[in-house]
Structures are given as structure tokens and as C-alpha cells.
């Protein structure tokens, strides 16, 4: 499946109760998988998280479907390459760019279930994203994930919409934020936060300006796909 990249000017995420028969059926084997993943990294916590299950995008706008499942089961799925197509790795992921026009990602550490790979400030939704009438708010979860990670508060303006991009078993909603600071100054500012906790998530940080800086080995294929068509379109 190849990678596309659709914009939309609103999500409608929200809660539905979900069978997923395929993490039923293969309990055991995900639970064995999870215990040999924790042994490399005992940091890993398996908690409830949010999935996909059904979605529509169209007219500028994405419905979509979330169900609680185990964190474990969404692990093997992936490390599995995705043998279940009935469900989606769905998660939001904010995008800071700096005045100066440098786009800001991470190096997850050693410690995370990605180490070494560089991601956009995001994480897979949870039940903290739910509202009282069942909605889950997404961009809250972006900007949750953007301040937890890196510090960095997402300033007021005007709403810059989601650019929700597909490859595979992932579908990244991808929320804009545009920053007041110049690239020092906000790397300044992360490493300070970074510098505050006793174990960062994030590693490093990389800084992406023109297309000779994506990293095929440490970025996802919606990350590069994202940004290089971002470039290509201010070229």
C-alpha cells in the first residue's frame, strides 16, 4: 500500500465497544511476545490504549471509530507487520516548526519501545483523551504528547487543520504548530525540560530544513513522506 497524504479541517474521533477477535484469539501469543519485549526494556508498561476500528474522510472531514485495547496487543500487531487489516494504528502527532522554518522532531531513548527512532512529538491515544459523551479529542492528545516530550506549548491561532496520512496498518493525524521562537531558541528551551527529567523520552533532538535531512534509517515512512511533500510544495 503506497503512502498518501490527505488534508482534512476537522476529526470527529470517537468511543465505540469493539470485539477485536484477532487479540482474542492470539492471547497467548501476544502475551508471550509482550514478556520478551519487556525483558529488553523493562521501562515498557502495558496500558489501555485507543484503535481504529472504523473511519470515513470526506469533505475535508475524518469520522472515525476508537476502541480500548491492550497496549501488548498493539505492540505485536505492529512488530508482526500488521497481520489484522481490521484494525488501524491510529494516533495524532503534533508538528512544531520554528520561525525560521525548521521542522522539530525527536530521537526516542534507549529506554522506549522505539528507541532510536526520530518521530514527530506524538503518542497512541489512551483513555485520558475521552470525553464524558464519548468523544475523544485528538488534537489534545497531539498538544498533550508536544508539551509532555519537548516542554513546548502550542500557541494560540487560528485552527491549521490535519494533514491525516495513510501507510499500511498506521494512519498519522498530523496537527501543524506553528512556533514564535527561532530553532535556537527553542532548542534551547527543550533541553532544558529535557535536562529537568529524570528519564526523558526523547533522547536528541533533529532538526529537519530542506529534504537532504531526512534519515530513511531513524524516520518512519509518514514522517518523511509528510515532510518531503511539505518541502517540495515551498520549493
Known amino acids: 500500500m503506497s503512502v498518501t ?8 474521533a470517537r468511543m465505540v465497544a469493539h470485539d477485536w477477535a484477532w487479540a482474542r484469539e492470539n492471547r497467548a501469543a501476544i502475551a508471550a511476545h509482550w514478556e520478551e519485549r519487556r ?4 521501562a515498557m508498561f502495558n496500558g489501555t490504549v485507543l484503535m481504529l476500528r472504523r473511519w470515513t474522510l470526506a469533505d475535508g472531514v475524518l469520522a472515525a471509530e476508537l476502541f480500548e485495547a491492550d497496549y501488548a496487543a498493539l505492540t505485536a500487531l505492529k512488530d508482526w507487520g500488521f497481520p489484522d487489516g481490521s484494525v488501524v494504528n491510529a494516533f495524532a502527532a503534533a508538528v512544531p516548526r520554528t520561525r525560521d522554518g525548521a521542522f ?3 530521537e526516542m531513548g534507549p529506554h522506549t519501545a522505539a528507541a532510536g527512532r526520530v518521530y514527530f512529538p506524538c503518542g497512541t491515544p489512551d483513555p485520558t483523551d475521552i470525553a ?14 508536544l508539551q509532555e516530550e519537548t516542554g513546548l506549548i502550542a ?3 487560528p485552527d491549521p487543520g490535519w494533514a491525516i496520512v495513510r501507510d ?10 506553528q512556533l514564535a521562537e527561532d530553532e535556537a531558541t527553542v532548542r534551547a528551551r527543550i533541553a532544558a525540560h529535557l535536562a529537568a527529567e529524570a528519564e526523558p523520552e526523547l533522547s536528541a533532538i533533529v532538526s529537519v530544513r530542506t529534504a537532504a535531512d531526512l ?13 518531503a511533500s511539505v518541502l517540495a510544495g515551498e520549493a
Not at 525483558?39 to 523493562?42: E, F, I, N, Q, Y
Not at 499500511?168 to 504548530?177: D, Q
Not at 534519515?215 to 513522506?225: E, Q, S
Open 5 to 12: 497524504i490527505t488534508p482534512a479541517r476537522r476529526v470527529d
Open 39 to 42: 525483558a529488553a526494556r523493562p
Open 104 to 106: 522539530i522532531l525527536g
Open 132 to 145: 464524558a459523551d464519548g468523544r475523544v479529542d485528538l488534537a489534545a492528545s497531539a498538544l498533550r504528547e
Open 155 to 157: 500557541p494560540d491561532g
Open 168 to 177: 499500511g496498518g498506521l494512519m498519522a493525524l498530523l496537527r501543524p504548530v
Open 215 to 227: 534519515d530513511p534509517a531513524r524516520m518512519p515512512g509518514f514522517v518523511r513522506h509528510y515532510l
